[in-house]
Structures are given as C-alpha cells and as structure tokens.
C-alpha cells in the first residue's frame, strides 16, 4: 500500500495562525514549526480542522472559510476563517499531500451543503459531546454530487457574470479541485512503490530504466511528496531541469560551469548564500546523473568535506 493517499484527511506542515481585529488587521501571530492538521467531524455532522503538536491542540469551525491555493505548488496556502478573524497560513508543505488534504477538506464542505443538518435547539438538549473523530475518505457518491453541482452551476446566461461570496469561494475551489485531480491514487508499480517509500524514509537511493517506464512520472510523484523548503531538484542540463521545475547542478553547487580550477570552485561555492542552500538542503535529487561528470562530485567533496 502507498505510503499516503491522495484522499488524505490529515497534513504534517507548518504553520502560521494570524488572529485579525475588527478592521481585518492583524494583532496577533503565532508560528508553529511542524504541526499535523486534521479534518474531523462531531456528532452533528459540523467538520472543523484541527491543529496538534506536541505543546496544543485547538480546533476551528470550517464555516465561512475562503481558500487561497495559487501557491499550491510550492507547498503553500491558506485558509480565512471570516466568522472567527483568523488566517490559517500553511507552508513546507509537500505539494501533493497538501493538494490532497484541500481537496478532501473541500470537497467533505462541497457535499455536506445538502446534509440535513441538526437544529440548535436539538444540539442544546443533546447528551454530553461525543469525541471528534477524524472524517471519512473521500467516497465516489460525494464526487458525483459536486459533478452535479458543477453541471448546474456552469449554466449561466450569455454575458451574466458570476460573483461569488466569501463563503461560496470555498466551495467553488471543491468543485474545481473534484474535477482537477484523478479519482484515486496515481498508478504505481510495486516496485516503483518501494522507490517512493525508499525516498520519503530518507534513504540515498539511485534508479533508473529505460524509455518509457516512468521515470520522469516517479521522479515528480517523488518531488511532490517532500517538503519543499529542504528539497531542491536538480539536473545535469538547463533543458532537464526546466522539466523538473528545477535548477541546474551546477548552479545550485554556486560553481558556475565548473570549467574553473578546484580552487576557484572552492572560493565560489563557500559564498554565505551558497552554503546557506546547502545547509537548509535535506533532499537532494539529481535529474540525468549519468550526464554529470565524476569529476564534478570530487570537486564537491574536496569543497565540503
């Protein structure tokens, strides 16, 4: 089994939570390092996200919410609670799972909009609060009806524009997501499986194939599954890179073209802002290795070690 489904309910990120005043300013920020955010769901079907470490755990109602995901991609979002005056700021997240986590979160929003939900005067002769439990996968029923709901929704009057609230922006981003992302995980092989495993445990690993295996395919999977402030991809060309959404070696090595002398590549790699990039670096990928020059790796350790 893959180590996390696309369809997850809980993220591991960090976290930024702005408290805003009357005037939507902010008064107050608190940073958390890492923390897990979960989706979960009381005994009157209400879903809140949850924030936990090791030092607190608090909970807020997804009610009113707008999402911002134009930076999902580089691990980012965030989450206006406008009921509450709060931002929820998520960064260093790995981009597949926090694309996951918001279309499950928002899709979970997207299909309960036709739940019968309970009355507040049901909820205040209920018995005791039950405990919060964590929500359910994503199940096809609910994809089919936010597909309908996008169906109803897309027939508009020629020259009508569309302006949506607040609270409906969450909604529309479900719909939009729902439709954007493949119903269940990517098709991986047992074998690429272990590769990807290998990866996310940390492991220094080296793999290849030839044409058409799924290389460049496992390459992003591998990518998208690792926090991206300590990732940095990498290849061997400035063409390989681009396709990876990468750098070129060389230039995150800080060593120019490397036709310098060993000396010189000393001199230059030992720049504050270039060892920085190599201290912050956790996941080092190399896209078309074989292309790199032995030489190269020598000159990197004579440099750092």
């Known amino acids: 089994m893959e180590r996390q489904s ?17 005037q939507n300013s902010m008064c107050r920020r608190t940073n958390f390092k890492t923390v897990t955010l979960r989706l ?15 030092n607190m755990s608090c909970k807020y109602h997804l009610k009113g919410i707008s999402v911002h995901k134009k930076f999902v991609s580089e691990g980012k979002a965030s989450i206006h609670f406008s009921e509450q005056n ?17 279309r499950t ?38 994809i089919n009806q936010v597909k309908k709901k996008v169906e109803f929704s897309s027939i508009t009057p ?35 499986k272990e590769v990807l495993d290998a990866a996310l445990s940390g492991r220094n690993i080296f793999f290849t194939g030839s044409a058409g295996t799924g290389k460049s395919y496992l390459l992003r999977r591998i990518i998208g ?10 290849a061997s060309t400035g063409v390989a890179a681009c396709h990876i959404g990468g750098v070129t070696l060389h230039s995150f090595a800080g060593i120019g073209s490397g036709q310098a ?13 270039i060892q920085q990039a190599w201290r912050k670096c956790r996941h080092l990928i190399i896209d078309e290795i074989s ?14 070690y």
């Open 6 to 22: 696309p369809d997850s309910s809980s993220l591991v990120c960090c976290v930024t939570l702005e408290c805003l005043n009357s």
């Open 40 to 54: 979960i769901r009381n005994e009157f079907r209400d879903i809140y996200i949850e924030l936990q470490n090791n």
């Open 86 to 102: 709060i931002v929820l700021l998520i960064f260093n997240a790995p981009p597949v799972h926090l694309m996951a986590f918001l």
């Open 105 to 142: 979160m928002l899709i979970k929003l997207s299909a309960a909009r036709g739940e019968s939900k309970v009355g507040p005067r049901a909820q205040l002769l209920s018995s005791k609060p039950k405990n919060l439990e964590e929500i359910s996968p994503v199940s096809i029923k609910e």
């Open 158 to 192: 020629p020259g009508t524009k569309k302006r949506l609230s607040q609270g409906q922006e969450g909604h529309r981003l479900g719909k939009k997501l729902c439709l954007s992302l493949p119903l269940g995980p990517g098709l991986l092989t047992q074998e690429q």
């Open 225 to 234: 599954a690792l926090p991206p402030d300590v990732t940095v991809a990498t």
């Open 261 to 273: 002398s060993v000396e010189r590549c000393i001199d230059l790699a030992r720049r504050p802002h």
């Open 291 to 304: 292309m790199v020059d032995g030489l190269f790796f020598e000159v990197r350790r004579t440099t750092f």
